[in-house]
């Protein structure tokens, strides 16, 4: 197997990181691989904001929370059975933001291709994620002290989803079972 394919396929989401901290060289290496991130006509709809201040990751948390209590009971009824906690201890997080080009469509495919990239550019460098799209909460619907401006998300864009890093505490989950009828190959 290459690399690759081995990053790729020993990926899963982690739902229980240990408090360390990550390499601030490594942190740089998965930035640069957001910034290598494929974008339809290369227009780069995002903003990537790398929070490597673990009490913040912890106080989006609990906005996050907050919100998800008001917006969505069934969410937040599944992440308190879980643990309680939105980003499961995480010491980093990326919040991705956008700015909507032609509709959510195409800067939603955009952002997607961008959050695969970096969580397989973190799996290549030892480094578990969990992708967060209930993160969003964290960032949308706050009247009052909303964190776009701590987060450097640029006027126009919007909070869409979040990667979260970190190493797995305790032994790894497996990666999910494939299912092979979602395959054609026509030859
Ligand atoms: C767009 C998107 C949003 C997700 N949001 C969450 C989330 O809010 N919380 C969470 O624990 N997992 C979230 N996940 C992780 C999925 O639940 C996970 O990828 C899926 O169950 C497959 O498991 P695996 O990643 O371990 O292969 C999200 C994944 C994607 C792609």
């Not at 408090?19 to 995002?46: E, K």
């Not at 939105?86 to 956008?98: C, D, E, G």
């Not at 799996?123 to 209930?134: A, N, Q, V, Y």
């Not at 864009?157 to 395959?183: Q, R, S, T, W």
């Amino acid at each position: 197997m290459t690399d690759t394919i081995e990053t790729i396929a020993t990926r899963y989401s982690c739902r229980n990181f240990k408090s360390d901290p990550l390499p601030a060289v490594d942190v740089q290496a998965i930035a640069q691989a957001a910034l290598q991130s494929p974008s339809a006509r290369n227009r780069q709809p995002w903003h990537f904001s790398f929070v490597t201040d673990k009490s913040l990751v912890d106080e989006l948390d609990g906005l996050g929370l907050e919100m998800l209590k008001i917006t969505s009971p069934e969410s937040y009824e599944r992440t308190m059975s879980r643990g309680g906690r939105l980003f499961y201890n995480a010491p980093a997080m990326v919040v991705i933001s956008a700015r909507h080009i032609d509709g959510l469509m195409s800067s939603g495919l955009d952002v997607g291709i961008a959050t695969a990239t970096i969580a397989l550019a973190a799996k290549g460098l030892g480094i578990d994620s969990c992708i967060c799209g209930l993160a969003s909460a964290a960032g949308n619907g706050h009247e009052t002290e909303p964190p776009y401006e701590r987060l450097g998300i640029p006027e126009g864009y919007e909070y869409v989803v979040a990667v979260l890093l970190g190493y797995a505490a305790g032994e790894p989950n497996a990666p999910h079972a494939v299912d092979e009828g979602k395959l054609t190959f026509i030859s």
